[in-house]
């Protein structure tokens, strides 16, 4: 039985819209201190903008491009009820706006575990941690915080201007393989981004490359763990077909990141049960890409799982896919109680 291990997803994975409407110190109210904010406009061009509390409010990265971190100071800040927003960038008047947020623990702490002393806030229960650290150059380990090794780990350098690189336990070697996230480009094998080595319990590794370990270069990593019942980390195969792949994750998605890992020129695709939010109108968002959401309708989200409607190659062409996937709602509760989802 798919029995979960959290009962509430919405305790540490949320996803808030909002309308802009250009006043000042307006707070976005989530249902938990966010750690981690993900925040796109839906309506118009604007980047992918990402903050956490590691690095600090103000502090911003884009999937979407190359760019080194820059600071905005207080234009946007993570509270203890969600985040706020100043009049300008992030609330403008008519705009909208997704925010998909995690929680972690706060502004972390000193992570020994591996030979980079890293900072490190983590949520164990969730399976969830961001990670600070510097690059060394040289072969090396960083402490993650999670307790069992992650399915899944975004890094990219706050100093440079270079990728967005990918671990994920879908690809055809987790330790040898990577992928971009801020391309559309197929999964690429080079032994020197994780040292030819998959994560642990306890650590990730780095290679020499400068994507992920550029001596004295400031670097960020997103790490995530698979929790049954709430978060599924995996891959799937395409079929070309209107009537598509079926994956089961044993619990209702309540967000959905895919990505086509054969095909150069496809991009990564988010899609969430709040916007529209019913089969089959569950629209997309590009994190590679500043394009406003389409609403070009790829998927049924089900009780258990997701089930792609189309051949489109983004989802479900003759490939394989991975994914990324959190709960809005548990298949069967952790006492075994059958859930509203179904």
Known sequence: MA???????TDYFNTVLYTGDATSDRT?????????LWLKERNGTDWHHLWDKVRGDGKRIHTNNTNAESDLGTYISLVSTGFKVDGGT?????????????????????????SITSTVSANTTSGFSIVSYTGTGANATVGHGLGSAPKM??????SDVVGWVVSHTGLTNQGGYYIDLNLTGAE?????????TAPTSSVFNIGTNSVTNNSSSNFIAYCFAEKKGYSKFGSYEGNNNADGAFVYTGFKPGFILVKNID?????????DTKRIGYNLQNHRIYPDDSAAESTTQTMDILSNGFKMRTTNNLVNAAATYIYMAFAESPFVSSTGTPTTAR
Request: glycine content about 8%.
């Open 90 to 114: 992030y609330n403008n008047s008519g705009a909208q706006y997704a925010a998909w947020q995690w929680l972690a623990n706060g502004t972390g702490a000193s992570n020994t575990d591996g």
């Open 3 to 9: 029995y979960t291990t959290i009962n509430k997803p």
């Open 28 to 36: 976005i109210t989530n249902t938990f201190a966010t750690d981690f």
């Open 153 to 158: 780990i975004i890094v990219k350098s706050r």
């Open 188 to 196: 690429s094998s080079n032994t020197t981004v994780w040292n030819n």
């Open 263 to 271: 095909t150069a020129g496809t991009n990564w695709q988010i899609t």
